[in-house]
């Protein structure tokens, strides 16, 4: 259901991720299940289609906290 793509993260909150159709790089999805295993993230973390790796946090990605 809707144009995204949820990937649950175990111990964590899931990853909503909007890049149907769109390569995303192995490493930049790692750093946003790391991301998505703080305590403080509130319901998801959510993918944006240009994200790719970033310092600490992936860029391109929505960290709601």
């Known amino acids: 259901m809707g144009d995204f793509d949820t990937i649950d993260v175990p111990g964590g909150s899931p990853l909503k991720m909007w890049t149907k159709n ?37 860029v391109g990605s929505v960290i709601p906290t």
């Open 22 to 58: 769109i390569l995303i790089e192995d490493v930049a999805i790692k750093q946003m299940q790391n991301v998505a295993m703080l305590p403080f993230i509130h319901k998801h973390v959510a993918a944006m289609p240009d994200c790719h790796l970033g310092k600490g946090a992936t």
